[in-house]
C-alpha cells in the first residue's frame, strides 16, 4: 500500500511503499477513503511528542470502510464504515479507564502519533477507537468531524452554555467553521470572531449570529458588548488570540482553548475572579463521542467545508494547513 509517512523528527511527508496491515486480535483494518489534514499532525511531523518513534504515518480524522476483521471482534462487520480519530486506543485498565474516563486512559495511544494513521491506504485499529459513520454522511465530510468536529461538538456539550446563552468562536478554519455551525445548531447566540472581513460572510452563513473582526474591535470588549460569553471554544494555535477573548467571558464564562499554541498563555489571575471565569482543560473525545458528533452533525445537516488533495498531495496539504491556506479542511483522498 502507498502511505505519506515522516522517516525522522522534522522529514518532509514522502510517499512509501509498505506492506498491508493485518488486524491483530480485537482489532480491525480500514481501507481509508479520506483522511483530515490537522495541526496537531505536527507532532507526528516534528516530533514533540513524548516516545514517538519512527517512521510514522500522520493522520488521525481517518474515514473509510472495514476490509477486514482480526479474531475476538463482534459487532463490526467487513464492509461498515467508520471513522477513527484522535483516540486510538485505552487500556481498560489504569486508574482514569478505571473511572471510565477513557480519554484520560495513562496507555493511552494517539493514532498518527503512538501507531500509524490515516495518510495511508490502510490503517489498523482496536474496535474500542471506531465511530460508526450514518448513512446520511458522505465519507470525505465525515473526516473532518472525527477530530475538528469531535472536539468543537464535545466541548460545547462539556461546558455549562445552554440554549439562548452567547457561544464564541475564535477562528473559522477547520475547527472554527464547525464549531459556529455546532453552536447555532444547538440554540446558542453564536458569535464569529476572525481577523479581517474576508470570513464575514462566511461565518454568516455557517449561522453565526454576529460577527466580530478581531483587527478592528477588541473581541473582549465586543463579546461582553453582546452580554458577555458563556462559553468560548478558542481554535486558533496562538497565545496572544487565547489571551485576548479571556475578558469577553460572562458571568461563570469557561473558555476552552482548543487550539494548541507551542508558548504558554499570560492570564491575569484578576481576569479570572472577575465573573468566575475559568479555562477548561479538554481533549477531542472517545469514539462514542465522535460517532455522537457524526450523527448530530447528520440529524442537523451540518457539514464541512472541505478541500481535497491526493494522497500523493499529503506534503502540499499540509504546507497549505500549516500556512492557514486552507478553506475549511485539507483532507487526503488515497
Ligand atoms: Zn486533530
Given at each position: 500500500m502507498r502511505v505519506a509517512e515522516?522517516?525522522?523528527?522534522?522529514?518532509p511527508i514522502e510517499i512509501s511503499d509498505r506492506p498491508v496491515p493485518e488486524p491483530a486480535d480485537g482489532q480491525v483494518r480500514v481501507a481509508v477513503e479520506a483522511c483530515g489534514v490537522c495541526h496537531s499532525d505536527v507532532f507526528a511531523k516534528?516530533?514533540?511528542?513524548?516516545g514517538i518513534e519512527y517512521p510514522r504515518v500522520p493522520g488521525h480524522e481517518v474515514a473509510g470502510r472495514i476490509d477486514a476483521v482480526g479474531a475476538d471482534v463482534s459487532g463490526w462487520a467487513v464492509g461498515d464504515r467508520v471513522g477513527v480519530g484522535w483516540?486510538?486506543?485505552?487500556?481498560?485498565?489504569c486508574e482514569p479507564c478505571r473511572r471510565g474516563e477513557f480519554i484520560d486512559c495513562e496507555h493511552e495511544a494517539v493514532t498518527g502519533i503512538d501507531t500509524d494513521g490515516g495518510y495511508a491506504e490502510y490503517l489498523t485499529a482496536p474496535t474500542h477507537a471506531l465511530a460508526r459513520i450514518p448513512d446520511e454522511l458522505d465519507t470525505v465530510e465525515a473526516a473532518p468531524l472525527l477530530c475538528a468536529g469531535v472536539s468543537t461538538f464535545n466541548a460545547l456539550r462539556k461546558s455549562d452554555a445552554r440554549p439562548g446563552d452567547i457561544a464564541a468562536v475564535q477562528g473559522l478554519g477547520g475547527l472554527g467553521h464547525l464549531g459556529v455551525q455546532f453552536a447555532a445548531a444547538a440554540g446558542l447566540e453564536t458569535v464569529a470572531i476572525s481577523r479581517g472581513t474576508e470570513k464575514r460572510d462566511l461565518a454568516f452563513d455557517l449561522g453565526a449570529d454576529h460577527y466580530v473582526d478581531a483587527t478592528a474591535t477588541d473581541p473582549a470588549d465586543a463579546l461582553q458588548e453582546v452580554?458577555?460569553?458563556?462559553?468560548?471554544?478558542?481554535?486558533?494555535?496562538s497565545s496572544e488570540a487565547i489571551e485576548s477573548v479571556l475578558?469577553?467571558?460572562?458571568?461563570d464564562g469557561q473558555l476552552y482553548p482548543l487550539g494548541v499554541p507551542d508558548e504558554p498563555i499570560g492570564v491575569e489571575i484578576p481576569t479570572l475572579i472577575t465573573n468566575q471565569r475559568s479555562i477548561h482543560g479538554h481533549s477531542s473525545g472517545t469514539a462514542r463521542d465522535s460517532q455522537d458528533t457524526l450523527e448530530f452533525a447528520a440529524h442537523q445537516s451540518i457539514t464541512p467545508t472541505v478541500e481535497t488533495f491526493s494522497l500523493e498531495d499529503a506534503a502540499t496539504a499540509y504546507d497549505r494547513m500549516m500556512d492557514g491556506d486552507v478553506t475549511g479542511r485539507a483532507v487526503l483522498v488515497p
Open positions: 515522516v522517516d525522522r523528527p522534522g522529514a516534528e516530533g514533540n511528542w513524548p483516540h486510538g486506543e485505552h487500556c481498560f485498565e452580554g458577555g460569553a458563556a462559553v468560548i471554544l478558542s481554535t486558533a494555535p475578558g469577553g467571558l460572562g458571568i
